[in-house]
């Protein structure tokens, strides 16, 4: 009998401002497939028609304005009450990892790459067969976001102590790329992605 096409699942994380979204185009261009989790998260949360009634639902009418998530006022409701970001994850991390199977299962290539802010945090390691975790100095990353989004240095830095440090993360992680200067941090995508290959 065939045996079923088994996808190995690549994670890459990192904190915010380390340049997960950069590396992951690395390994586009090497042929691997990326599913971009937030950015899917973020459609999913304007296409679905599911999701917009449960969120419309958990956080009232204004959750939406013209059909369009109204990111401003959720994160102004979650910042007023903490449990309702567990609540809304609740409503969204299914249906995106529902889509995330659907995809994988259409992709055909040696291994796929899922880009995602959160792991660790959230014990979710399990779900992955390696993970890559991408670092960078913290006054770099602060940088980087504070020209990026136009954040403000203290909001950043907010994020920053919320999520795990990267010394946490790596000690969990199968690799990891230090994204300080951007050709070596290519050239280590490179080495990670050919180990990959040579001993999937
Ligand atoms: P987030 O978690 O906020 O989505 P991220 O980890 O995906 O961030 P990127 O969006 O890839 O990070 O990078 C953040 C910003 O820093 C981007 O504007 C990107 O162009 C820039 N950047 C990434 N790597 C480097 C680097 N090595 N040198 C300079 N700028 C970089």
Redesign the pocket.
């Known amino acids: 009998m065939k045996e079923l096409q088994k996808h190995i699942i690549v994670g890459i994380t ?1 904190g ?7 590396i992951s185009k690395y390994f586009e261009g090497f042929g691997i497939p990326v599913y971009y989790a937030d950015l899917e998260a973020k459609a999913l949360m304007n296409r679905s028609k599911v999701i917009k009634r449960k969120l419309i639902a958990l956080f009232g009418d204004d959750a939406y304005i013209n059909n369009t998530l109204n990111r401003d006022y959720l994160r102004s409701q979650i910042f007023k009450e903490k449990k309702l970001l567990s609540k809304m994850n609740a409503i969204v991390h299914p249906k995106v990892g529902a889509h995330f199977k659907r995809w994988v299962k259409k992709q055909n290539a040696p291994y796929i790459l899922k880009e995602v ?1 959160i792991i660790f945090e959230n014990n979710l390691q399990s779900q992955y067969d390696y993970i890559i975790t ?1 670092i ?1 100095d913290n006054e770099e990353r602060v940088k ?2 504070m ?2 989004d136009n954040s403000s240095r203290d909001s950043v830095k907010a994020i920053i102590r919320n999520q795990f440090s990267d010394q946490e993360k790596i000690k969990k992680s199968d690799f990891v790329i230090e ?4 050709e070596a ?1 290519k050239l280590q995508a490179q080495i990670i992605h050919n180990n990959l290959i040579s001993n999937i």
Do not use: Y
């Not at 915010?16 to 950069?22: A, P």
């Open positions: 990192g915010i401002g380390s340049g997960k979204t950069t802010a991408v960078a980087r976001v020209q990026r994204n300080n200067d951007l941090a």
